[in-house]
Each structure stands twice: as structure tokens, then as C-alpha cells.
């Protein structure tokens, strides 16, 4: 019996220093922690598993761009201002050394690809055609006369290449894509809606010194036209269109939701103008009296309001341009996949002067809500009743079900006007003055 409860002991203390050789605990002995094996203390090197060579998000999310789009500075915001119309230039780069000083006269060509079209043009001369990439396309015509330069200029576009000298060489080269620099206007609102609009037409890799006030870009020749008919636009545009934004969480302090209809008797019913439902929630256009800090005043009498994210965007009138809450946003939350979208025009909206403004609102999802807003200079919009819970992805969530997105929106308006007029005192213009000034 003795020889069995020896064997029994010594299988069960067999059987436990298993486990713990298996289960590989900490251990904690005098404040040196052991792990696997290994003794951590305090002049220990720390250990990571190796990551893939990918950008780090700090430095993906790093944009000089950001101090201009994600700050508002309510207590110096002018609803109108006037800005000097001024030229934007394309200049295309990469162009080499100047052609030759020749003469073009009575050269036709019919369905030649633009390499095989240049080298007859330039038989008898030192000059070889190159081409970089592949050209396919095929073009037609007759040149009566002109300079080498531009019967070559014009052969190439007709192409839809690009080309460049090398006189050192002799050598004509031709390629698809082409690089080109924008001379940009001073004014940064103009800057940002014309870089919008350049990213709305799909262009990504633009580089933008904004010492110098230039873009750099590369692209075909599709490219070089949706450019050249945005520049054409905005140089031809008479106004545009700015929105600063603040979007607040807001979380009731009881198990109720906001009493919006407290608007009514807080800042008078002459202060809430119009009222447009939506799919999700509801837009609100307000007069002046409603801000950014009465509105935060009224919240918070019933809720807890959290500023998530704050920042301004602009578009010439008639085309449409975008907010993204996560780029200007204070942290991760969960609205940072949320867009607010706005396409809007100034002028003539039925006899009066107006802002009709279409806003947007989308995640990746899909769009969420939309607005119909027409609006006269000076009011705000309230975006209200958006749930928080639009925004949770999973089936349980610590967010209340009361918890709203709140967005306001104060339109800007900014008047383009030649640099020959006197802009002196324009942006105090006020009133009836102001109405006058924006209908010249």
C-alpha cells in the first residue's frame, strides 16, 4: 500500500511539472519577470515581431493641406469676401531643346501612326524619331505651311503624344504621358477648390508647393483636357462657394433624446427659417443668431457635446466638392468614415439671390442622407437627427441609442472680381450695400 501512494505521488507531481512546462507561466521573483525562458528586468532590450515595409498611418495621414482644411476661425469668419481674379497657367515640362528654325510647307499624311508620320516629315534632316512608348494611334492631314515646332506640336496632339527634343542627340522623342506645372492664384480658398477639383477628376499624385503657389502633375493627354477645362472653368467662374463645418457628437445626459423642438422657443421662430426632411435625419436652415457657440450653449443644457471633427472646403459655382470628417478629425471615432458632399451655385433662385446648395451625406456604404438647401448669404445649416448607431458596425455597442451626429454648415460666398476695380472696403460691405455689390 506504502509503494502505491509513493507511485501516486510521484505521477501526480510528474503529471503538474507537465503542465507547467506546457502552460509556460510568468513567474515574478523579486521584480524580474520571467517569460518562456527569458528574464525581463528593467535593463532589458524589448523584443517585436518584425512588420511588413508598409508607410507607418502617422505618416500616410501627414498633409501640409491639413492646418488650411481642418481649422475654422469662428470669431473672424466673413461670410462674403472679395478676391482679385487672377490668371492660372498650365506649362507643360519636359519639353528639351528647341527644334530647328524650319519650314513646313504642302505635307500631307493619311492614316500614319505619329512616329511614322514625324520620320517623313523629317527625311533629309539629322533628326530621328524616337518613341519611348508604344503609339498606336493614327492620324490624317495636311499641313500648307509653318514652322517645324508647331507642324510637330500639332502632329503630336493630333497623336495624343507627347514629345521632347534632344538636339545634343538629334533625337525626337515621343511617349504617352507628359508632366506639366500650374502657376496657382494667391488666394489659398482658390488653391484648395481648384486641388478639390483636381481630385475629383481622379488625379492623386499632385506635388503642391505652396511657397511658390504651384502644382506639378503628371498624366496623358485625357488628363492634360479634364485639367485645362478645369482652369477654364474657375478662371471663368464670377463666384464661389465655401463651407466651414463643425460635427459634434452629442450624447443626452437621461435616457432621452434631444428635444429639438426647444430650438423654437430658445432663439425665436424668425431664426429658424426652413425646415428639409431627409431619409436620416433632418436640415435645419437657421439665421445668425444661431452659431456655433449657441448652438453648443443650447446642447448642452440637455446633452454632452463632443467636437469630433472641424474644417472648410470650397468649390466654384456649379461644381461640387467634398468634406472627409476623418481627415480633419479629432481621433478614431466612428464617423470617420462620413463624407459630406456639396455641390451648390449662387445667383438666381426664382426673382432672389440665393445659394441653392444640394449636401450629401456617405460612407462607404453608400450615401446616408441628402438635402435640398436653398439658403440666402448670412443663414447656417443644422444638420440633426443622424444616430450615432448609423455608424456602429458591430451587433452591440456602449454608444446610447439617443447619441446624434450633429453638423453645422455657414455658407461663404466669395466674389471674383477684375483686378482693375477698386476692392478697397468691399469685404465690410454689409446689408443692402452687400446685395448691390454681389448683383454688378
Same mark, same amino acid.
Given at each position: 500500500?506504502?509503494?502505491?501512494?509513493?507511485?501516486?505521488?510521484?505521477?501526480?507531481?510528474?503529471?503538474l511539472v507537465g503542465c507547467l512546462q506546457e502552460?509556460?507561466?510568468?513567474?515574478?521573483?523579486?521584480?524580474?519577470?520571467?517569460?518562456?525562458?527569458?528574464?525581463?528586468?528593467?535593463?532589458?532590450?524589448?523584443?517585436?515581431?518584425?512588420?511588413?515595409?508598409?508607410?507607418?498611418?502617422?505618416?500616410?495621414?501627414?498633409?501640409?493641406?491639413?492646418?488650411?482644411?481642418?481649422?475654422?476661425d469662428w470669431d473672424n469668419q466673413s461670410v462674403?469676401?472679395?478676391?482679385?481674379?487672377?490668371?492660372?497657367?498650365?506649362?507643360?515640362?519636359?519639353?528639351?531643346?528647341?527644334?530647328?528654325?524650319?519650314?513646313?510647307?504642302?505635307?500631307?499624311?493619311?492614316?500614319?501612326?505619329?512616329?511614322?508620320?514625324?520620320?517623313?516629315?523629317?527625311?533629309?534632316?539629322?533628326?530621328?524619331?524616337?518613341?519611348?512608348?508604344?503609339?498606336?494611334?493614327?492620324?490624317?492631314?495636311?499641313?500648307?505651311?509653318?514652322?517645324?515646332?508647331?507642324?510637330?506640336?500639332?502632329?503630336?496632339?493630333?497623336?495624343?503624344?507627347?514629345?521632347?527634343?534632344?538636339?545634343?542627340?538629334?533625337?525626337?522623342? $515621343?511617349?504617352?504621358? #507628359?508632366?506639366?506645372? =500650374? %502657376? *496657382?492664384?494667391?488666394?489659398?480658398?482658390?488653391?484648395? /477648390? @481648384?486641388?478639390?477639383?483636381?481630385?475629383?477628376?481622379?488625379?492623386?499624385?499632385?506635388?503642391?508647393?505652396?511657397?511658390?503657389?504651384?502644382?506639378?502633375?503628371?498624366?496623358?493627354?485625357?488628363?492634360?483636357?479634364?485639367?485645362?477645362?478645369?482652369?477654364?472653368?474657375?478662371?471663368?467662374?464670377?463666384?464661389?462657394?465655401?463651407?466651414?463645418?463643425?460635427?459634434?457628437?452629442?450624447?443626452?445626459?437621461?435616457?432621452?433624446?434631444?428635444?429639438?423642438?426647444?430650438? $423654437?422657443?430658445?432663439? #425665436?421662430?424668425?431664426? =429658424? %427659417? *426652413?425646415?428639409?426632411?431627409?431619409?436620416?435625419?433632418? /436640415? @435645419?436652415?437657421?439665421?445668425?443668431?444661431?452659431?456655433?457657440?449657441?448652438?453648443?450653449?443650447?446642447?448642452?443644457?440637455?446633452?454632452?457635446?463632443?467636437?469630433?471633427?472641424?474644417?472648410?472646403?470650397?468649390?466654384?459655382?456649379?461644381?461640387?466638392?467634398?468634406?472627409?470628417?476623418?481627415?480633419?478629425?479629432?481621433?478614431?471615432?466612428?464617423?470617420?468614415?462620413?463624407?459630406?458632399?456639396?455641390?451648390?451655385?449662387?445667383?438666381?433662385?426664382?426673382?432672389?439671390?440665393?445659394?441653392?446648395?444640394?449636401?450629401?451625406?456617405?460612407?462607404s456604404q453608400g450615401e446616408l442622407s441628402s438635402?435640398?438647401?436653398?439658403?440666402?448669404?448670412?443663414?447656417?445649416?443644422?444638420?440633426?437627427?443622424?444616430?450615432?448607431?448609423?455608424?456602429?458596425?458591430?451587433?452591440?455597442?456602449?454608444?446610447?441609442?439617443?447619441?446624434?451626429?450633429?453638423?453645422?454648415?455657414?455658407?461663404?460666398?466669395?466674389?471674383?472680381?477684375?483686378?482693375?476695380?477698386?476692392?478697397?472696403?468691399?469685404?465690410?460691405?454689409?446689408?443692402?450695400?452687400?446685395?448691390?455689390?454681389?448683383?454688378?
Amino acid at each position: 500500500m506504502k509503494l502505491f501512494k509513493v507511485l501516486s505521488w510521484v505521477v501526480c507531481c510528474g503529471m503538474l511539472v507537465g503542465c507547467l512546462q506546457e502552460d509556460k507561466p510568468v513567474q515574478i521573483i523579486d521584480n524580474i519577470t520571467v517569460i518562456d525562458e527569458l528574464v525581463i528586468d528593467e535593463n532589458s532590450v524589448p523584443i517585436f515581431p518584425k512588420k511588413a515595409a508598409l508607410t507607418t498611418d502617422t505618416a500616410r495621414r501627414f498633409s501640409v493641406e491639413l492646418p488650411m482644411r481642418c481649422e475654422v476661425d469662428w470669431d473672424n469668419q466673413s461670410v462674403v469676401s472679395v478676391v482679385p481674379a487672377e490668371k492660372i497657367e498650365m506649362i507643360r515640362l519636359g519639353v528639351g531643346d528647341e527644334l530647328p528654325e524650319l519650314q513646313v510647307s504642302d505635307y500631307d499624311f493619311k492614316d500614319l501612326t505619329v512616329k511614322r508620320a514625324l520620320d517623313k516629315l523629317l527625311e533629309g534632316t539629322d533628326i530621328a524619331v524616337v518613341e519611348d512608348e508604344q503609339l498606336y494611334e493614327k492620324i490624317t492631314g495636311t499641313i500648307s505651311s509653318g514652322a517645324l515646332s508647331d507642324a510637330v506640336e500639332l502632329m503630336a496632339k493630333m497623336g495624343r503624344a507627347y514629345y521632347s527634343y534632344d538636339a545634343h542627340n538629334g533625337e525626337l522623342h $515621343l511617349k504617352h504621358r #507628359g508632366k506639366w506645372l =500650374i %502657376k *496657382m492664384p494667391q488666394d489659398e480658398t482658390i488653391i484648395m /477648390a @481648384l486641388l478639390d477639383a483636381m481630385h475629383g477628376a481622379d488625379m492623386r499624385n499632385l506635388l503642391v508647393d505652396w511657397q511658390d503657389k504651384t502644382v506639378v502633375f503628371e498624366g496623358n493627354y485625357q488628363t492634360e483636357r479634364e485639367v485645362a477645362r478645369i482652369i477654364a472653368d474657375i478662371s471663368g467662374k464670377k463666384y464661389m462657394l465655401a463651407w466651414d463645418i463643425d460635427v459634434y457628437r452629442v450624447y443626452p445626459r437621461t435616457d432621452n433624446p434631444i428635444v429639438w423642438m426647444n430650438l $423654437l422657443p430658445a432663439f #425665436g421662430e424668425k431664426n =429658424i %427659417k *426652413m425646415s428639409i426632411p431627409g431619409v436620416v435625419g433632418r /436640415a @435645419l436652415v437657421v439665421g445668425p443668431e444661431i452659431n456655433t457657440k449657441t448652438l453648443q450653449e443650447f446642447l448642452g443644457q440637455q446633452a454632452n457635446v463632443v467636437l469630433i471633427s472641424q474644417g472648410t472646403f470650397a468649390i466654384p459655382n456649379g461644381w461640387q466638392s467634398r468634406f472627409d470628417i476623418g481627415q480633419c478629425g479629432r481621433e478614431e471615432r466612428l464617423e470617420t468614415d462620413l463624407v459630406i458632399g456639396a455641390t451648390g451655385v449662387y445667383g438666381d433662385f426664382g426673382g432672389r439671390d440665393k445659394i441653392d446648395a444640394k449636401i450629401v451625406l456617405r460612407t462607404s456604404q453608400g450615401e446616408l442622407s441628402s438635402f435640398n438647401i436653398p439658403s440666402t448669404v448670412g443663414d447656417n445649416y443644422v444638420i440633426i437627427g443622424i444616430p450615432t448607431h448609423s455608424f456602429v458596425t458591430t451587433p452591440e455597442t456602449l454608444v446610447s441609442p439617443f447619441a446624434e451626429l450633429v453638423v453645422f454648415m455657414s455658407p461663404r460666398v466669395i466674389s471674383i472680381v477684375d483686378n482693375a476695380k477698386d476692392l478697397s472696403g468691399a469685404n465690410e460691405l454689409i446689408g443692402d450695400a452687400l446685395r448691390d455689390f454681389l448683383r454688378e
